[in-house]
């Protein structure tokens, strides 16, 4: 079975039986380590995926618009994770609480880009293509091609639980008959009229097709740095079986799960650095 073909309103595995964590049986623990993971980590965000058995993350995100641009300038221009005179600069730019998001994000590409065990946890979407090649001219190229680096690394498991392309979102715009940039799209295969009505508080016709998207083609999450519509409005689209994870929540949650259970031990983040005591109290107030 191929990961990722989930029904439309998607729910996490198993979330009918309950383990022994202090999530699902916190009579069983001390009162200072309830609405823990079971590695000690604290809960991030209030994600249906934690919250129930088994408290993984989502193994499939699909990628908005800001993060693959936010990429591009991970894989070009980006402070080091230890370059805190660079990281000074982004925080002067854009905010402390953005500041994070893109170290995480840098954290992540690289264990990302080389998990070779498991599938491709990152796909893009037709949705970003389109607004990507929107993009102003100078920049549109460069967009484009951290698009199709993406879109090129897509995989899945076979009926046979080998990794190959993942037919759903690695085959190329040229292949699908979609518009470039400046192009009209070809006689039936123009993109599906969307009724923005439909999606609750989301207004913005990028937000819509994203959303579309995810839901059409069962992927369980969207991996964001929008925090003033995603973010804010998460629990709407959690209700339709869609998460919304930010790159620093997604870095916590990936470390609980290659502390605790060696899950996905080829992708652990280089985001945070964990102290090397297990005494995870400072790393607890630090998330």
């Not at 249906?48 to 070009?76: K, N, Y």
């Not at 994770?81 to 660079?86: I, Q």
């Amino acid at each position: 079975m191929q990961q990722g073909h989930k029904p439309e309103r998607w729910q996490p595995a198993y979330n009918e039986f309950a383990c022994d964590c202090a999530i699902c049986q916190p009579e069983l623990w001390a009162p200072t380590a309830r609405g823990r993971l079971m590695s000690g980590l604290s809960v991030v965000g209030d994600y249906p995926s934690l919250l129930e058995p088994p408290h993984f993350a989502p193994d499939v995100l699909l990628l908005d618009t800001c993060v693959i641009q936010q990429l591009e300038w991970v894989r070009t221009r980006a402070p080091t994770l230890n370059d805190d005179v660079g990281w000074g600069s982004v925080r002067r730019l854009y905010g402390s609480v953005m500041a994070q998001e893109l170290k995480a994000l840098v954290g992540l590409r690289g264990p990302v880009e080389q998990v070779s065990e498991q599938p491709r946890a990152w796909v893009v979407g037709r949705s970003s293509w389109e607004e990507l090649s929107r993009a102003p001219s100078h920049r549109r190229t460069r967009l484009l091609e951290e698009w199709r680096f993406w879109r090129e690394r897509a995989t899945c498991f076979s009926d046979d639980l080998d990794i190959e392309p993942w037919p759903l979102f690695s085959s190329l715009p040229e292949e699908n008959g979609w518009p470039g940039p400046g192009q009209d799209p070809l006689p039936g295969l123009d993109s599906e009229v969307v009724d923005a009505r439909v999606f609750g508080p989301f207004r913005d016709g990028g937000d819509v097709q994203l959303i579309h998207e995810a839901l059409t083609l069962g992927v369980p999450g969207i991996l964001t740095t929008d925090l003033k519509s995603f973010w804010r409005h998460r629990r709407w689209l959690y209700e339709r079986g869609v998460e919304v994870w930010r790159p620093s929540h997604l870095s916590w949650a990936l470390l609980d799960q290659a502390l605790l259970f060696g899950r996905g031990a080829d992708l652990v983040p280089n985001w945070p650095e964990l102290p090397a005591s297990e005494d995870f109290t400072a790393v607890e107030a630090a998330a």
